[in-house]
Each structure stands twice: as C-alpha cells, then as structure tokens.
C-alpha cells in the first residue's frame, strides 16, 4: 500500500472532533497567544471553519490567519503613531474644501499626500491669514506620514517655545532638542500668531538647524516671511532660519476668505431668511 503524503495543498479536516483533535487545536491557540499573535488566536476558529467549507489548501488557510494578524498589528502601529502625533482635530484632506481655497492646487496637495517630500528631506510652508484651511491642511499631511509609517508630531511654535524654555531652566535641553529631532516630520502650528518670548527666536532656530537636509517640517504662519523678522524679535536669526527652510521646501501662499467668517456669513443668512419668512407684520 503507497503512503499518502501531506502536502501544502491539502485541504484541511473539519473542526477538531476527537479529543486528540481538541488537544492538538488547543495547543495551536496556546502557541499563538504565547507568540503574542493575539489576533491570529482570536480568528483561529473562523479561519477553520472557513476554510473546510471552502476547501482552502492548508497554504491558503495559513496566509488568511497571518494576513489577519498583520492588519491587526498595522492597525495598532498606527494607532500608537497617531497617539504620539497628537493632532488636535480629526481634519483629513479628503474632506478639505478646496472650492473655498482657489489658490490650493488639488493636484500639489495629492502630491504631498504621497510624502515623497518627506524622503528627500523636503520642509512645506502654508502662509496666509487665519482661517483659510492651513491648519487642516497641516493635520491632513500629517495623518498621512502617520498612515504611511513616518513617526510624526504636531505641535504649535508657542507651545514649541515653552517647552524648550521650561527644557532650558531644568537642564534638559539636549533631551529636549533629541525629542524635536526625532520624527520624520515635525509639524510647527501658528508660527505669527502669538507674541513669542525672547528665547523662542534661539529655540526654533535650534530646531530647524537640527532637522536641516535630514528631516520635514511643515510649517503654517499667518505672516509672509518677509515679516518673520519682526515675529521672532531678531532679523538676524529670521534670516538664517528661513535660509534653512527655503533651501529645500514647498511653499503655499493660501489666500481667500476665512472659513469661519464664511460659515458665520451663512449662519446669518439663513438665521435672517429664516425670520423673515415667520415673521409676521403688525396690524
């Protein structure tokens, strides 16, 4: 009598249904807990019954229940990434309202979503007055380098500023510094927005010249750089931080009417048409 070989394309037996089956089943879980493969453990039951109601080779039944667990350890990789990002709004640039921003070119922000920039080591300026998407742009950019693998953050230049201060005082500067030299991108909000203190000139100015030709920064600003200057208290150090921005960057000048003051304009409208139509005129 000729040996039955098992080869990869068998297809698998039912659900265990003799003790030895059961032991054999229970130990396969055990192993994949103890490998930490929790997902895979989890799915280990429906993936077998799938697979002997579809016939699945032992080979194919093996690549579902490890795909299911690499979705799930991509899912928390991503997770932990958007944790560490701490982007303060939910924004995307698929909901971003490039009808209400005719100066954004759809096709440069699709560009920039791919982070090829952030390969070559590329900082992306948004300029323009408040309210104009530069912000959600900024978060929509990042989520994409988070969702993409990059190691991100977004922070704003004035909490930059008190952090490198309170970092400076306590004799962690260099820990500091380490810290803002880490992610691939670094995200600097509302550079112009408020008044920065005297050292925030020098802290920035550290930052950028650490991440310079190694790492992004993307970076909003409601002031045209000719006046950063003036925003940072010293045109010395304006001068030699837009000389490492500039050198290698995407800038976009955004220009249009604020969201907000649009979305105030057509609450009114429609409040007053609104209390136009109920209003009824005195006798």
């Not at 100066?103 to 080591?121: G, M």
Request: charged share 20%; net charge neutral.
């Amino acid at each position: 009598m000729t040996a039955t070989k098992t080869t990869s394309n068998t297809t698998l037996d039912a659900a265990p249904s003799t003790p030895a089956q059961a032991s054999l089943y229970q130990q396969l879980r055990g192993h994949l807990a103890t490998l930490k493969l929790h997902a895979a453990a989890e799915a280990l039951p429906g993936v077998l019954e799938s697979a002997t109601a579809e016939g699945l080779t032992l080979t194919a039944a093996l690549e579902r229940l490890c795909s299911i667990e690499v979705s799930a350890t991509e899912a928390r990789r991503l997770a932990g990434r958007l944790r560490f990002a701490s982007l303060p709004t939910p924004a995307t640039l698929e909901d971003f309202d490039y009808d209400a921003a005719p100066t954004v070119d759809p096709k440069l922000i699709a560009e920039l979503a791919t982070c090829r920039y952030i390969e070559s080591a590329t900082n992306v300026l948004l300029i323009g007055q408040p309210g104009l998407g530069k912000t959600h742009l900024a978060v929509g950019l990042a989520r994409k380098a988070a969702e993409a693998g990059y190691r991100t953050y977004f922070t704003t230049a004035a909490d930059l500023a008190a952090r490198c201060h309170r970092a400076a005082i306590e004799g962690r500067w260099a820990t500091t510094m380490r810290f803002f030299n880490g992610p691939a991108l670094l995200v600097i909000d509302e550079l112009g927005y408020l008044p920065l203190p005297a050292e925030a000139a020098s802290a920035l100015f550290q930052v950028v010249s650490q991440r310079y030709l190694k790492t992004s920064i993307i970076l909003t600003s409601n002031r045209g750089v000719g006046s950063w200057g003036e925003v940072l208290g010293d045109t010395t150090v304006a001068a030699a931080l837009l000389d490492r921005l500039l050198h290698r960057s995407v800038v976009l000048t955004l220009e249009g009417d604020s969201y907000r003051l649009r979305d105030h304009q057509a609450r009114a409208d429609t409040l007053r048409k609104t209390t136009t139509g109920t209003h009824q005129p005195l006798r």
